[in-house]
């Protein structure tokens, strides 16, 4: 079984991993030292991780509190509002991972990103699941309280897993397969990712959510990760300290080097100068600035709605007007560029949508509503793209021609249509109540917080597309109600959209707006205090050189970023270099703001994963699937064809349904513990064991022979990692689950034995000591604790095998054939030792449905038609099983007991009530506390419970009588048997035994009726062989009764004595000195640890191999066979076979005497080992003799015993050498004389 993981935290209701990277300057377990932590910009995530985590355990302390405590409803409102900002939060975290991070990772390292995406979705439904508890009408109910606590751990251990993850796997890849410079580039994307008025939230709580000293290191990540541009790094680092703190940090950034030179339409209206022209203080200037003095133009601010439609219809109908030339051309060669122009319109819509949802409609009027309208037109463009797809992927032939193109032409018509009417509708209902209803100030405010809902990464590429898209007069207002409606604190923000939007202007020609002088992009460079200027707007020339922007609209420029020593101002040669800049830059058609340096076309996702997420933000639901090349595997293989033939593989995934039903079963029934029913624990405690241990058996089989296989396939490198580290995740769990529910038992029975109460409920109500109470305050806090443990396990399972499902299921079909498939379920089921099988058929196919039943047993038994499993398997159903000695190995007695009680209690009954079949299958534990419940009972009589009492002590024994044969039991109450003695395996020490083995009792045979202490006994003295599986009969030695065969003696005066170590119920076998399991395929007990520790069963041998002897040679029912030296049977020997290199076997005694004088195998006569020093002395030995005269031309055909293979050796009369393998190993078939062709 695996070792469980250690180290790892212990929170109230939920199993955490500890930080992989607390902090960065920590080493992460190996995986990265301490110099590349110091240089690594990926790292800045540890600093995200850290503080979702934190936010996350204060929530749920929070909860449990609220939980355990008296659970003011007051609480709720706070605690709802912090949920609702880290769903928002981790939610753009997670896509803008997506988005970015997983897709390049996914280009250098395959199979690694789509795991981690499917996990996104899965915490995506928790939080959903949290709000629709948060939201229902169950407040006021019991329950409710713990409920909470539950959702909230299991979202706090599902996201912590994920995070320890991440840290444990991806990012040591990061590190490993990008420079600094990329990594500095892929965070610097990741921020351009999220919104910006989400930005505005993140970072000033991120740098709150950690340490000082960690705060200071984040500054120095992002100095590496921000580009060196003043404008940029102003944006950042406001954010950073947020809003409040702004000045200080204007103070600490040098702005001079935005400039702009005068342009000829940057000309003064009235008294009002340009920025440029101007040396006086900025913040006084700006102050004046933004003075609203054109509000008396009778214009509403909130029709720039108008603009956004007009640009859009008129987007679109380009579009329509393309995809009809496409019709009419028929050429599909330029559907990327096409696809692309469609990509980046559905992004405006969909951001434009949800600003619309989101900020403006909710300000006009609450019940107004468009978004069904929105949610079609985002179904619409989905579609469109898809078509597109598909007819790039599939490629256009004849008969697809005409379908394709009215296909395209259709799905542009509609979604015009469908825009059209829908901005018809907002035009009427929503304006005129706008322009009413709201302030000129208060419509800007609305339209500036309807921008910032998109990324800057976005704002980019669309502020120079609806600009582009306006009359010079429509862009000066646009850029003016930007200006007035943006906070103060947004000086650095609003100068950067400014310029992006001058951008699209001739030649990035500055727009000067009538009111303000010129354009924020302009003044930008004075609007701080106690900066002169320099006569040239460029002249600074550490600046200017970098925040050129090209006013190419598809060029890119390359941002530099600290990730090295920064340069100082007299480290750049200012030359040749100033010159040009100045040349550039001085130009009156310039617009100096930087770029953000973010290619959308590596991306490998756009902005859309963003938008779904603040869709589903919105509206509360599920998170939607990506639109990525991470998921090529979902549609490769369609769920019908997954599910459409049986596979052998599919064996596998049936275990998935026994193990959720078990689940369900403990998220329910560990609701009821705090009712304190001891049988509600008893059933809890013996069904949570048997997932434990048929949950480890299922996990380790995966990691170590599903995933391997896997991993083989060049393809799929990496695919399993991840699955791995969930297991070990998952163990800690159980390991936690089972260490709480150890500590609730033990204070039930504390409590119960200290006869505080007969009912815990009614202590609760009445009145009790400090101590009492102390002890029920404890009992509640580690049964709620213990629910929200079990609804994480659930959770995380459940996650678990829906990924396995959805990501691996479908690869098996496609890269293994039906053959590899079957090897695979035979190692599995051959790695199943036989007790962990009588446990686990019963628990799987009860929760089957009969034809899932019989399909599973029929894989089963065609896997294993070489072996004895069918009569193993008809052997155990032919009679109960007996549970093993409890000297056994207690990993196999939990299981085989968790069996029992899955199969003889029923769920739905809330009292266990013994018959003679349960109690037969008692332990001595389980016997005591049934003797116990007697004796509390007020309502049986004294006589009564003697009576009970007398039954249920020598309840073993009358079971065993009335299973007993009448016929023998005749026989052995009317002569005396023979044997009737003790006998002894050491007489000096009086060790019980024979020669063979020691044990405690003797068995009677059924073919003779008389005592022997093992098989080999009888068989030495008898002219006949004793069948030991018929043995019904034993006789305890130490006692000398006679009594069904058993682990124990059921006599009172040996008190439960132990026959033996090992008792095998089917093969009636007592072992007390060795290791001896039972293998269900051989169905004969062996030497060793077990199956699947020391030995496997390979299905095509028949037989027991060492676990790594996994390249053997198989032959099939090799193993059934005599010793070709001795003669002896191999497959039912007590001695040491051992495997030849042919497939074949014999003894280990008979191998070391054969080769002394013998290198082929009897049977094959193939080389038994390595030959290759013995056939370089027969090449020496040759080289040095003469053949004489009349033979050295004549040569010999020969066939190679070791390769299969004819061919010619010269002639000797004894040595013949192959020419192919160069074995002497050869046996002449044919002489010739003479022959030239000889090898």
């Known amino acids: 079984m695996a070792t469980p993981l250690t180290g790892v935290q212990h929170l109230e209701g939920v199993a955490v991993l500890p930080n992989r990277v607390s902090k960065v300057e920590s080493s992460n377990g190996g995986a990265f030292n301490g110099s590349s932590q110091l240089e690594s910009p990926i790292l800045i995530f540890s600093f995200f991780h850290k503080a979702i985590r934190n936010e996350l355990d204060a929530l749920h302390r929070s909860a449990m509190a609220f939980a355990t405590g008296d659970g003011d409803r007051s609480e709720l409102r706070p605690l709802s509002e912090r949920y609702h900002f880290i769903r928002s939060m981790y939610r753009h975290h997670s896509n803008a991972e997506d988005e970015v991070i997983f897709p390049a990772l996914d280009i250098r390292v395959k199979n690694v990103a789509q795991t981690y995406s499917l996990e996104h979705k899965g915490e995506s439904n928790l939080f959903d699941h949290l709000f629709e508890l948060l939201n229902s009408s169950t407040h006021n109910d019991e329950s409710f309280p713990r409920e909470l606590a539950s959702c909230t751990g299991a979202l706090h251990t599902s996201v912590s897993q994920h995070l320890a993850k991440e840290e444990e796997q991806v990012f040591p890849l990061l590190i490993e397969k990008f420079s600094l410079e990329e990594q500095a580039s892929l965070v610097w994307q990741f921020l351009c990712s999220i919104p910006v008025n989400m930005m505005a939230e993140f970072l000033p709580w991120l740098s709150t959510s950690i340490s000082p000293e960690e705060s200071q290191d984040l500054r ?106 496409i019709q009419l051309s028929g050429d599909f060669t330029n559907l990327s560029a096409f696809n692309e122009r469609l990509q980046f319109i559905a992004e405006v819509c969909i951001f434009h949508s949800i600003a619309e949802d989101r900020v403006i409609f909710p300000a006009v009027d609450a019940e107004l509503s468009f978004f069904q309208e929105h949610a079609e037109e985002e179904s619409q463009f989905n579609d469109f793209r898809c078509l597109i797809e598909r007819i790039q992927g599939e490629g256009a032939t004849s008969n697809s021609e005409v379908e394709f193109y009215s296909k395209l032409c259709s799905h542009a018509d509609h979604i015009m249509e469908t825009i059209q009417r829908h901005f018809k509708n907002e035009e009427v209902q929503v304006l005129p109540l706008a322009r009413k209803h709201f302030s000129i100030k208060r419509q800007r405010e609305l339209l500036y917080q309807s921008l910032c809902m998109m990324p800057l990464k976005l704002i980019e590429r669309v502020l120079p597309w609806l600009v582009g898209s306006l009359t010079e007069d429509e862009a000066k207002m646009f850029l003016k109600n930007m200006q007035l409606a943006a906070p103060a604190t947004d000086s650095a923000l609003v100068t950067l959209f400014c310029g ?88 009156p058609r310039s617009c100096c703001v930087p770029a953000l340096g973010v290619n959308t076309n590596n991306l490998g996702l756009s902005s859309l994963s963003t938008a779904k997420s603040l869709r589903s933000l919105s509206i509360a639901s599920s998170a939607p699937s990506l639109n990525s090349s991470l998921f090529i595997w979902e549609t490769d293989s369609s769920p019908c064809d997954v599910g459409s033939t049986e596979r052998p593989i599919d064996t596998i995934f049936k275990f998935h349904k026994a193990i959720r039903k078990d689940l369900e079963y403990l998220d329910v029934e560990s609701g009821k513990l705090n009712e304190g029913d001891e049988t509600t624990i008893h059933q809890f405690s013996g069904r949570f064991r048997l997932l434990w241990g048929l949950y480890r058996a299922h996990s380790n089989a995966e990691d170590d022979i599903v995933f391997p296989a896997l991993e083989s396939k060049e393809t799929l490198h990496n695919v399993s990692h991840s699955y791995m580290l969930d297991h070990k995740q998952e163990e800690k769990l159980f390991e936690d689950i089972s260490c709480v529910l150890s500590e609730l038992s033990s204070l039930h029975e504390a409590m119960q034995k200290s006869h505080m109460s007969e009912n815990l409920d009614e202590i609760n ?10 002890n029920i305050r404890k009992y509640n806090e580690l049964a709620t604790k213990l629910q929200g443990m079990c609804k994480s396990i659930r959770v995380t399972l459940d996650q678990h095998i829906f990924r396995e499902e959805l990501e691996l299921w479908p690869l098996f079909g496609k890269y293994f054939t039906v053959e590899e498939q079957d090897k695979i379920v035979g190692r599995i089921i051959g790695t199943t030792g036989a007790e962990v099988l009588q446990s686990m058929l019963p628990w799987v196919t009860s929760a089957l449905t009969e034809d899932e039943q019989n399909k599973m047993m029929d894989t089963w038994k065609q896997a294993t038609k070489n072996t004895m499993f069918n009569e193993w398997l008809n052997e155990c159903l032919k009679e109960s099983p007996v549970p093993v000695s409890p000297t056994e190995t ?143 009969e034993m006789m305890c030695m130490v006692c000398l009764t006679i009594q069904p065969v058993g682990p124990v003696c059921m006599s009172p005066s040996c008190n439960g004595l132990s026959m033996a170590k090992y008792y095998c119920n089917i093969c009636k076998f007592f072992d007390d000195e060795r290791n001896v399991y039972h293998c269900p ?37 090799g193993l059934e066979m005599n010793c070709p030296i001795c003669c002896d049977d191999l497959f039912t020997s007590s001695a040491t076979v051992r495997a030849l290199p042919c497939g074949h076997y014999m003894h280990s005694a008979c191998f070391q005497a054969y080769t002394c004088s013998h290198y082929t195998c009897p049977i094959c006569s193939k080389s038994l080992g390595d030959m290759a020093v013995y056939f370089g002395m027969l090449d020496a030995l040759l080289a040095t003799e003469e053949l004489p005269e009349e033979y050295r031309s004549r040569y010999q055909d020969v066939l190679c015993n070791d390769c299969d293979r004819k061919g010619t050796s010269r002639f000797h009369w004894l040595y013949h050498k192959c020419g192919f393998c160069g074995s002497y190993n050869t046996r002449v078939i044919k002489t010739e004389a003479t022959n030239s062709s000889c090898s």
């Not at 040396?279 to 603009?307: A, F, N």
């Not at 970098?546 to 480290?571: A, I, M, P, Y």
């Not at 199956?1091 to 095509?1100: E, N, R, S, T, V």
């Open 765 to 774: 109500m009445g009145s009790s000591d400090a101590k009492d109470s102390d």
């Open 500 to 587: 992006w939007a001058c951008k699209a202007r001739n030649y990035g020609l500055c727009l000067s707006s009538s009111a303000l002088g010129c354009c924020r992009a302009q003044t930008f460079a004075d609007i701080e205090e106690n900066i002169v200027q320099p006569s040239c707007g460029c002249a600074s020339t550490s600046s200017a050189r970098d925040c050129f922007l090209l006013t190419g609209s598809d060029s890119q420029r390359s941002v530099k970023r600290n990730t090295t020593e920064l340069h100082k101002n007299g480290d750049v040669p200012e030359t040749l270099e100033n010159e040009s800049i100045q040349k550039q830059c001085c130009s």
């Open 1081 to 1117: 395929y051989c169905n004969i007990c062996r030497v060793g640890q077990g199956l699947g520790i020391d030995y496997f069963h390979c299905m095509k041998c028949n037989c027991c191999l060492g676990i790594k002897s996994t390249s053997h040679k198989c032959l099939e029912k």
């Open 220 to 325: 120095k990540y992002l100095s590496k990760i921000v580009p060196e541009e003043t404008l940029l790094q102003k944006v950042i680092y406001t954010w950073m300290e947020g809003r409040s703190s702004a000045n200080t940090v204007e103070n600490g950034v040098d702005h001079s080097q935005v400039r702009c030179s005068p342009s000829p339409l940057t000309h003064q209206i009235g008294k009002v100068k340009c920025a440029c022209e101007s040396t006086g203080t900025g913040k006084r200037k700006y102050s004046e600035c933004i003075i609203d003095v054109s509000d008396t133009t009778g214009t509403h601010p909130i029709d720039e709605i108008l603009l956004w439609h007009n640009a859009i219809k008129k987007e679109l109908n380009e579009i329509a007007v393309e995809t009809r030339k």
């Open 890 to 1032: 207690s990993e196999c007695s939990t299981s085989q007991r968790g069996a029992d009680y899955q199969e003889s209690l029923d769920l739905n009954d809330q009292m266990f009530k013994p018959g003679w079949k349960d109690i037969f299958r008692m332990n001595q534990n389980e016997l005591e506390s049934e003797i116990r419940k007697v004796y509390r009972d007020s309502t049986l009589d004294p006589r009564r419970k003697a009576y009970l009492v007398q039954n249920l002590m020598t309840s073993r024994w009358i079971a065993a009588q009335q299973k007993l044969p009448k016929a023998l039991s005749g026989d052995s109450s009317n002569k005396e048997i023979e044997g009737r003695s003790p006998s002894f395996r050491d007489p000096e020490k009086q060790v019980l035994g024979c020669e063979h083995y020691k044990r405690n009792c003797k068995v009677r045979a059924a073919c003779c009726g008389k005592l022997f202490t093992c098989r080999f006994c009888h068989d030495n003295v008898s002219d006949h062989s004793m069948d030991r599986k018929a043995t019904l």
